[in-house]
């Protein structure tokens, strides 16, 4: 089993910045993908980014591409997403979940998930 737990969120302003830590216990995932989704109310879970297990291959939704940015720690157990300008829009849940060794961006290919931690942008 696998246990996840995020943290970082708050309630910022627009324009301010947050980061986001994912740390995951249970079992090495040296070799496991690892990637952040959001659920806003009222609306379905959405990819946000993703990392490989080797770090070599990064993804981001449009909405937050050049404004986000994913990393893992050095001992690839942890995940890191740096979000900058953010903006309304991008208020909901965050979600930091673990994937296979192959990288994707789909929810249905990862298994282990987080609680969540909630991110409120206002205006």
């Known amino acids: 089993q696998v246990q996840l737990v995020e943290s970082g969120g708050g309630l910022v302003q627009a324009g301010e910045s947050l980061r986001l830590s994912c740390a995951a216990s249970g079992r090495t995932l040296s070799s496991s993908t690892m990637g952040w989704f959001r659920q806003a109310p009222g609306k379905e879970r959405e990819f946000v980014s993703a990392?490989?297990?080797?770090?070599?291959?990064?993804g981001y939704a449009d909405s937050v591409k050049g404004r986000f940015t994913i990393s893992r720690g050095n001992a690839r157990n942890t995940v890191y997403l740096q979000m900058n300008s953010l903006n309304p829009e991008d208020t909901a849940v965050y979600y930091c979940?673990?994937?296979?060794?192959?990288?994707?961006?789909?929810?249905?290919?990862?298994?282990?998930w987080g609680q969540g931690t909630q991110v409120t942008v206002s205006s």
């Open positions: 990392i490989s297990w080797s770090g070599g291959k990064l």
């Open positions: 979940a673990v994937g296979g060794w192959y990288y994707s961006e789909s929810a249905a290919q990862y298994a282990y």
